[in-house]
């Protein structure tokens, strides 16, 4: 590592930036209204009747992060897309499909963690552009999601402020200005330990010498160009099967080697049946991205709306010989006029002034250590004068820990005058109320149902912290509120019509069926009498906290599931959101204590849905986990996704240094020896670690057919016996022999038994099909999971389902729901219960 003194770079990065105020005026000159225009039909009409606002999206929430987006007819604009943010618009009716502009913040997963699977919903739903705006290292983190991102129809693009030495992003509606804050120096660890160092340094790590951030960038949008092809290539994850790939050529980093190799089709289990072939980026081999390192200068926006053209002046039609009357509102509709003897009058002619477009600001201000540079910026300068045009019609701060309890940043937040509006993004000053409201009322009804398998979701309405308490906030400040509009043409206005209402237990609506629901409840309490104690230490609780398919619907998140051992905490796949829902379930007490306890992350395969949740769990993990008597944590997943999180790992530092990786290929059941080679030391000691760790007498990974590289899970406890994941796949003979036995099988039922052709298209199981899996293992128990969306409350069963009960346990999985296997018993006896909950003519689901 190499330090080095902050201030000169400061220095040399805002002495390229452009003057503001020159900026701004060149701004308005060129929006201006020529006097002179050839002759063809103009239209006004879309600025004549302007209207456009800004909407506040989503707030700081554990399963939400900042997000505000701008609404004009043509276009919407979205400001940073963290977790959540696909979630909360599909749960909220959000429309997204006219985004064609990004802007981001940073590149920290607070800002970027709902990017990936956002930019694959839109491409799915027809987007067919989209240009992401921000900081360094932007390009790099999109390149780094080349193995589980592509979308053949989407062109991607991205944009690097600092490419143009800060110069504006202008289009027909907007002018975006970023503003480089860098905080005031940091020490690092590594600086505090060492003598020789003082408190005016910060550390930079990994950056080589006379490397060319240019060349660096060329070859990371040459992975870009391979992801987002536009019917060019295809990705190994793909559904195609047929192209042949040519060679291709994608640069390496320095030191490192890209190279194209010849790899075999993944079989499944049954030799005659293909997958799919590794193709495109599969073929890459080991090439990795260029090194960069964490950036910690963030971006805020100065942002001006388009200039208001001025109103109709009939004089100066008059003047120019238009008769009033009909003549007159074609012109003020923005179109050409000819009078008797010929002229030709065009709208600008009699139109007076324009008026300069509005101007809004975001702000993020990660933590006190940027308040400095945010107070002290000239970029700001020219809006503290009111008198001047400049008028800031709002502010949108979105505030670390600790910085609006800073005087400094309340008076700078004043100095924009009183007209000016603030809303105000903080986690102490949002409360922890439920945002998926939908998913909120149907687990409330499932707790009526049986209130040990379905606990209520942790939330508050109240926040940590009461804005009010701030002294001296400008009058016009208030806390944000999800879908809270700020109009700002053609009339500044705050329309809260649309913001979230607060969830209130008591406005949950009744129940269907009470006497049956009664009846189940004593079913419950009968069978609780006369069942067997098992000790804690034999006990397992499975934890779904995420059930459904593909993408996050109102009821059901993405793919996750919580393993509570006696020896320790195990995540089946992290979805996005995975960690907001352990917040839900547990607390903010219990998660934390949850996750101090996590030895084991498995990733079954490199889909999306599975996996995006992962960082922000290990950022988590990082912040509460005993550093002073370190437990492992180990990751087992395919090669491929060790890749990603290193390289975005350049970009971010959340803890990965502290987490060990095991190859799922490396503890594959039934795999080949070691060929003659030595056996890995390395591994071998990570694979002892994690039995140790966990009370394992093995540890399997089964390869099941779905895409490339993907992965079942068999842990052999010593205490609970086997328990067994499917992720994603056909059924598979190896996972029913190397699970034979299982106490508790955990399956995907991706689909309904009338649906088989999807299911062998989509490389996915049926639910009768998972059932007749845990069958033939032989096993005790099954819960079935990761439900297509279109079955969003309850699954469609096979109609023989109640009769197979005695033979194994069939459970139905919901998002936040615990089941204990000393009480799996329970969720066979709540099937009926469920169904009059949730009859199917209720299953308001979607076709996907």
């Not at 060349?215 to 987002?228: G, N, T």
């Not at 295809?234 to 042949?244: A, F, N, Q, R, V």
């Not at 069942?531 to 934890?543: C, G, L």
């Not at 769990?617 to 990751?635: A, C, F, T």
């Amino acid at each position: 590592m190499r330090a080095r003194a902050l201030a000169p770079c400061v220095v040399a990065r805002f002495a390229q930036l452009p003057d503001i105020a020159a900026f701004l005026s060149v701004a308005y000159r060129s929006c201006s209204l020529p006097k002179q225009r050839p002759h063809r039909s103009f239209s006004t009409s879309h600025t004549a009747r302007m209207r456009y606002y800004l909407q506040i999206l989503s707030t700081n929430t554990v399963d939400s992060s900042p997000a505000v987006l701008l609404h004009f007819d043509s276009q919407r604009y979205l400001f940073n897309c963290g977790e959540g943010t696909q979630r909360f618009c599909h749960e909220h009716k959000v429309r997204l499909a006219k985004v064609k502009n990004i802007f981001l913040t940073r590149v920290a997963w607070d800002c970027v963690g709902g990017l990936p699977g956002m930019l694959l919903t839109l491409a799915d739903a027809g987007s067919s552009s989209m240009r992401l705006n921000g900081p360094n290292n932007l390009t790099h983190f999109m390149a780094a999601t080349r193995h589980f991102i592509y979308r053949q129809s989407l062109d991607l693009s991205t944009f690097e402020f600092h490419e143009t030495k800060g110069e504006p992003f202008q289009d027909e509606n907007i002018t975006v200005h970023p503003v480089y804050l860098a905080p005031e120096p940091i020490v690092s660890p590594e600086t505090q330990n060492a003598a020789t160092n003082g408190p005016d340094v910060i550390t930079f790590s990994r950056k080589r010498k006379n490397e060319s951030q240019n060349d660096h960038l060329i070859c990371k949008r040459a992975f870009l160009r391979r992801m987002f092809p536009v019917d060019q290539g295809y990705h190994p994850l793909s559904d195609h099967t047929g192209t042949e790939i040519t060679d291709v050529t994608i640069p390496a980093g320095e030191g490192e080697t890209a190279t194209v190799v010849a790899m075999e089709d993944i079989k499944d289990s049954n030799e005659d049946e293909v997958v799919v072939p590794r193709t495109e980026i599969g073929r890459l081999g080991s090439a990795r991205l260029p090194r960069t390192e964490p950036d910690h200068v963030v971006l805020s926006y100065i942002c001006r709306g388009p200039n208001v053209p001025g109103k109709f002046n009939p004089v100066a039609a008059q003047k120019l010989g238009v008769k009033p009357g009909k003549d007159f509102g074609i012109l003020a509709g923005g179109q050409t006029v000819t009078t008797a003897d010929g002229t030709v009058v065009y709208p600008h002619m009699c139109m007076g002034e324009p008026r300069p477009g509005a101007i809004f600001v975001i702000i993020d201000c990660p933590s006190p250590a940027y308040i400095n540079a945010l107070v002290n910026s000239p970029e700001f300068a020219p809006f503290y004068d009111t008198t001047n045009g400049n008028h800031v019609r709002c502010v949108v701060h979105i505030t670390g820990d600790g910085v609006l309890s800073d005087p400094r940043y309340v008076e700078w937040m004043n100095k924009f005058g009183h007209q000016t509006r603030h809303f105000i993004i903080s986690r102490r000053h949002n409360p922890m109320g439920i945002s998926y409201l939908a998913a909120g009322n149907l687990q409330h009804k499932l707790n009526v149902l049986d209130a040990e398998v379905f606990p209520l979701p942790y939330f508050t309405n109240d926040p940590e912290e009461d804005l009010r308490t701030i002294m001296d906030l400008p009058k016009g400040a208030v806390m944000a509120t999800p879908l809270t509009n700020y109009i700002i043409e053609p009339a500044p206005k705050v329309d809260n019509s649309e913001a979230l209402r607060p969830f209130l237990r008591e406005e949950v609506s009744g129940l269907a069926e009470p006497d049956l629901i009664s009846c189940i409840k004593k079913d419950i309490e009968r069978r609780h009498a006369t069942s067997s104690v098992v000790p804690p230490e034999k006990d397992v609780t499975i934890i779904p906290l995420g059930t459904g398919a593909a993408i996050p619907g109102k009821y059901r998140n993405v793919s996750s599931t919580f393993l509570m051992l006696s020896s320790g905490n195990v995540l089946l796949d992290a979805g996005e959101g995975t960690l907001g829902q352990l917040f839900r379930h547990f607390g903010p007490d219990m998660m934390k204590e949850a996750l101090r306890n996590l030895r084991m992350i498995f990733v079954s395969h490199l889909h999306a849905d599975h996996h995006l949740g992962v960082v922000r769990i290990l950022k988590y993990w990082d912040e509460v986990r005993d550093s002073r008597n370190p437990q492992p944590l180990i990751i087992v997943a395919p090669a491929r996704y060790q890749i990603w999180l290193e390289e975005y790992a350049d970009c971010e530092e959340f803890g990965l240094k502290h987490v060990l990786f095991l190859n799922a290929e490396d503890v594959r059941w039934n795999a080949s020896g070691t060929d003659g080679r030595d056996e890995d030391v390395e591994k071998t000691t990570t694979i002892n670690t994690l039995k140790k760790t966990l009370h394992l007498k093995d540890i399997h990974t089964v390869g099941v057919h779905h895409c490339p590289w993907a992965y079942a899970l068999v842990l052999d406890t010593e205490a609970a016996g086997k328990v067994v994941f499917s992720g994603d796949c056909r059924p598979s003979e190896d996972l029913v022999n190397a699970g034979r036995g299982a106490s508790v099988v955990i399956h995907e039922a991706t689909l309904e038994d009338d649906k088989v052709e999807e299911a062998l298209e989509k490389r996915h199981c049926t639910t009768g099909e998972a059932i007749q899996v845990a069958k033939s293992m032989e096993a005790q128990n099954l819960l079935l999971t990761h439900f297509s969306q279109r079955y969003p409350k309850i699954p469609i069963l096979p109609n023989d389902v109640d009769d197979d009960l005695t033979q194994v346990k069939v459970g139905i999985a919901y998002d936040l729901m615990r089941a204990k296997l000393s009480s799996f018993w329970r969720l066979p006896l709540l099937v009926p219960g469920l169904r009059a909950l949730f009859p199917q003519d209720d299953n308001d689901g979607v076709n996907r």
